[in-house]
């Protein structure tokens, strides 16, 4: 009877003795044996409970392939990480496998509720109906287009096709990291989003002078919501957020975000140094209760406002908050906000978390000492109901006082523009590393949104023709 042919060694790797053996082994490649069309690598790996290692077979229909399994079995082995696995098992990682994967090490990284919810409904919405079945390992150019044309439909913006484009170049180094995609693959290599149109000198982020609103214009919206909020307000509506008006210079005049306004309390503010500590926002989880979290970037700032802002608006407030009568003395007020601050503090120390301070000290939300709240509810003011508010605010003043109208354009949010251009930079003549530091943003950032090479260049040239 004739013997059967062996079949031939094509590749083998470094003599190992892992996993127990008592003589060495090879990782080792062969070509497909007489009747089959299969490569086969063979390795020893791990059978776990401290029992000798077993030995594995993978198979692949080309020798590209299987050289690529070889490689990765003696890198594996090199650097004591993961094994190649059969192809049932790569088949079972697909891209809504890689998804889940993403959203557990996005939460493991500490990334903020309102940051979760949008990567997840990208992937609700856009990738996983449309190519959540791939496997990692065939996920290629044409299935990451697919996810573009699909989102194309309903993302108009070129902020959101950008957004959905970074959450697949996310998910890639992901799947690299985890060894699901071999790195010489790039299944976003080729795909471009269409740029938009960009002013000369102005980086893609610029803001546009345009989106600026005019300090008269928020002086305006600020005066119009003192009085529909206000105690001589007829609309219940309106009344609920009684201090729209002070919130809204706050933000005009300090650049706030709005879960940082929200999240403003009465030891917060400092009144005999002119500043408030920005070190807190207000997060509302979607069908979850709002709690305090962190400043965005984890930057704390300080953030000068006007006198006026201070002691006529949120000096009352702060009384009422620290339960002082409304003829307190400045000293009385600034005695109470230090004796709250050493108490959180003192409770800060005996916890066992020692990243607590008097300013990060968790308190119940309702027993908090909120600046701006909902009359109704005791709690900073969800931002749907902020913004509808707003929008009613706008169209009052637009009836009422149209020279200085807000225009239908400009978002509730450009009032940080208008202080960190309008207040900061040309009012108060900050350079712009301290307009960077009074946001808590990084200065490449305040100069990509605001600053245009050769803007004033332009200015004096323009200048100069007008006289000609």
């Keep these: 009877m004739a013997t059967r042919a062996q079949p031939k060694l094509l590749a083998q790797g470094k003599p190992r003795m892992l996993g127990g053996s008592a003589r060495g082994w090879r990782v080792r490649l062969?070509?497909?044996s007489a009747g089959s069309n299969n490569y086969q690598v063979f390795f020893r790996a791990p059978a776990g409970d401290g029992e000798p290692w077993k030995r594995v077979l993978r198979r692949a229909a080309s020798e590209e392939e299987a050289r690529k399994i070889f490689d990765q079995a003696e890198r594996a082995l090199d650097t004591e990480q993961g094994l190649p696995v059969g192809a049932d098992v790569r088949a079972s990682r697909t891209i809504r496998m890689l998804g889940e994967e993403y959203l557990d090490d996005s939460r493991k990284r500490g990334k903020q509720p309102r940051t979760m919810e949008g990567r997840q409904s990208r992937l609700n919405a856009h990738i996983v109906p449309?190519?959540?079945?791939?496997?990692?390992?065939?996920?290629?150019?044409?299935?990451?287009?697919?996810?573009m044309e699909k989102g194309s439909a309903t993302l108009h913006s070129q902020r959101g096709r950008e957004d959905l484009r970074g959450q697949m170049a996310a998910m890639r180094k992901l799947a690299w990291r985890m060894g699901w995609l071999d790195r010489s693959i790039d299944p976003l290599d080729g795909l471009d989003i269409g740029r938009s149109t960009v002013l000369q000198g102005a980086t893609t982020h610029y803001v546009d002078p345009r989106l600026r609103p005019e300090t008269r214009q928020v002086r305006a919206m600020a005066a119009a919501a003192d009085k529909l909020c206000g105690p001589g307000g007829t609309d219940p509506l309106m009344t609920r957020l009684p201090l729209l008006g002070t919130k809204i210079r706050v933000a005009g005049f300090g650049g706030l975000r709005l879960g940082e306004q929200n999240g403003l309390r009465a030891i917060d503010v400092f009144f005999d140094r002119g500043y408030v500590l920005v070190n807190g926002s207000w997060v509302t989880p979607r069908h979850a209760p709002g709690f305090r979290g962190p400043v965005k970037n984890q930057v704390l700032h300080e953030v000068p406002l006007p006198r006026s802002l201070m002691?006529?608006?949120?000096?009352?407030r702060a009384k009422e908050l620290l339960g002082l009568p409304a003829r307190a003395s400045l000293q009385q007020v600034l005695n109470a906000q230090e004796e709250e601050r050493q108490r959180r503090a003192q409770l800060a120390t005996r916890s066992k978390d020692t990243s607590?301070?008097?300013?990060?000290?968790?308190?119940?939300?309702?027993?908090?000492?909120?600046?701006?709240?909902?009359n109704v509810t005791g709690l900073p003011v969800k931002p749907e109901m902020h913004n509808e508010r707003w929008h009613r605010v706008r169209a009052w003043v637009e009836e009422n006082d149209p020279d200085n109208a807000w225009p239908k354009t400009i978002?509730?949010?450009n009032l940080r523009h208008h202080a960190a251009t309008k207040?900061?930079?040309d009012e108060l003549g900050e350079p712009w590393e301290v307009v960077a530091q009074y946001l808590g943003d990084k200065l490449t950032t305040?100069?990509?949104?605001y600053v245009r090479a050769g803007e004033d260049a332009l200015r004096d040239s323009v200048n100069k023709l007008s006289t000609r």
């Design 30 to 32: 062969y070509a497909p």
């Design 130 to 147: 449309t190519i959540g079945d791939v496997p990692v390992a065939k996920w290629r150019i044409q299935h990451s287009r697919a996810v």
């Design 311 to 316: 002691r006529d608006e949120l000096l009352p």
């Design 356 to 374: 607590l301070a008097w300013w990060n000290y968790p308190v119940p939300p309702e027993e908090e000492q909120w600046l701006f709240v909902d």
């Design 411 to 413: 978002v509730y949010r």
């Design 423 to 425: 207040w900061f930079h």
């Design 446 to 449: 305040v100069l990509n949104h």
